[in-house]
Each structure stands twice: as structure tokens, then as C-alpha cells.
């Protein structure tokens, strides 16, 4: 079955830096590319996601790249602010025939932003 | 107001004994799912239903059994509880094809 790899799994920037977390994953037939953020003690909560026939996708503070080939992606928040820390979990799944499939995640990545 | 309601929040039981996590979604969706997430392991798919049908088992153990009495509801009965069966389990729900949303979540522990 699919296996993510997610990386770093502590990340810790400066209040207004970027930070960045970075997936791989290995079926090449995964097409769809969600990102959650969890709190603690709350659930995993969807802020962004990217699909195979995109390679770029930006919702305001947040920019996913997904490079294909590689079998890699990436999401990137620019201007972080302490609001932002949390874990961060990304996940890949085959959507076929608008059918979903099991989302299989990383194992999360905790961002402490500092003030 | 909560579009996915998990019940309890929080359930204790002790080894051996067979619980019922309940899961119902208001937002419309005909397919929902169960994962679970521990300390020792990250979010994991169990089951997935469409249109109240099962569509994919990753859970080994027949302990862990769904059951969808109406179109907006899925409930996981776990059998033979065991300590490592403590864990976080959240329902979520998808339009098929769709976004998948997470419910808050039923945390168990087995003593």
C-alpha cells in the first residue's frame, strides 16, 4: 500500500520566517494531496490540498507544490505567526471514478513559531 | 453548531469488554470513514463506507466491526477491548470525490 514520508517532524521558526514541511510518497497512482493542521486535544482540521493536475496552489498564506515525477510535495507557509503552530499532517490518496480512497498520512510535522 | 458528532468525547473501559463509538454528519455527505491516531502510530485509515456500503477494510482484526443503520451515520463496535486499542478515533466525511472531514473525535482508553 501507499507509504508518506514526512519530514522535518519538529520545525521551529522565527514569528514572520517560513516554514516548510516536506512529503514523498510512493504510488505513483496517487492524485490527491490534503493537508490538515491538528491542535492538541482537536481534530485534524483541512487547510489545504492539491491534485495531480496541479503543480501549484496558494491560499493565502499557504503555498503546496507538488512535483509529480519526484513523487513529492511540499506545502510552505510564508509570514508565520503563533497561531500557526500546531501539527501539520500531509496525506495522499487515489481518487478514481469520484470514489475516495483511504488518506494516508505522514506522521506530522510539529511547527512552534516564536515570537 | 457541530456538523459531526462523535459520542462519548472521552470512554473508559477495561480489557475484555465491547464498546460502541457512535458517529453521525449533518453536512449531507454519502461517505464517511473511521481513523484512528495514537501516541505509537500517526492518523490510520480503518474503513471507508459509500452510500452506506463498505468500500475499503484496512483494520486487521474483526474485533473492529462498522455499522451504518442510516445514510448520515457510522458507528465502530469494538470487541475484546485491549490496552493497545487506546487510542483517538475519528469519523470523518466526504461528498464522494470530495474534501474529507474530521469529527472531534472519541478518545478511549482500556485499562
Known amino acids: 500500500g501507499e507509504q508518506v514520508e514526512q519530514l522535518p517532524s519538529i520545525l521551529r521558526v522565527q514569528e514572520g520566517s517560513s516554514a516548510s514541511i516536506n512529503c514523498s510518497y510512493e504510488d505513483s497512482a496517487s492524485n490527491y494531496f490534503p493537508w490538515y493542521k491538528q491542535e492538541p486535544g482537536e481534530n485534524p482540521k483541512l487547510i489545504i490540498d492539491?491534485?495531480?493536475?496541479?503543480e501549484r496552489k496558494q491560499i493565502q498564506e499557504l503555498i503546496v507544490l507538488l512535483d509529480k515525477k519526484a513523487k513529492r510535495f511540499s506545502l510552505h507557509i510564508t509570514d508565520t505567526q503563533p497561531g500557526d503552530s500546531a501539527m501539520y499532517f500531509c496525506?495522499?490518496?487515489?481518487?478514481?471514478?469520484?470514489?475516495?480512497?483511504?488518506?494516508?498520512f505522514g506522521k506530522g510535522t510539529k511547527l512552534s513559531v516564536k515570537s | 453548531d457541530p456538523k459531526i458528532i462523535q459520542k462519548p468525547k472521552y470512554l473508559v473501559a477495561v480489557t475484555g469488554s465491547e464498546k460502541i463509538l457512535i458517529c453521525e454528519q449533518y453536512l449531507g455527505h454519502n461517505a464517511m470513514y473511521w481513523y484512528r491516531q495514537s501516541a505509537k502510530k500517526p492518523l490510520e485509515f480503518m474503513f471507508s463506507y459509500s452510500y452506506q456500503k463498505l468500500m475499503d477494510n484496512q483494520t486487521a482484526s474483526s474485533r473492529f466491526q462498522p455499522q451504518s443503520s442510516k445514510k448520515n451515520h457510522l458507528d465502530l463496535q469494538i470487541t475484546a477491548l485491549k490496552p493497545d486499542d487506546s487510542a483517538t478515533y475519528f469519523c470523518?466525511?466526504?461528498?464522494?470525490?470530495?474534501?474529507?472531514?474530521f469529527g472531534p473525535g472519541t478518545r478511549l482508553t482500556v485499562l
Open positions: 470523518a466525511s466526504s461528498q464522494p470525490g470530495g474534501l474529507e472531514y
Open positions: 492539491i491534485r495531480s493536475n496541479m
Open positions: 496525506a495522499a490518496s487515489v481518487m478514481t471514478g469520484g470514489s475516495n480512497a483511504k488518506l494516508t
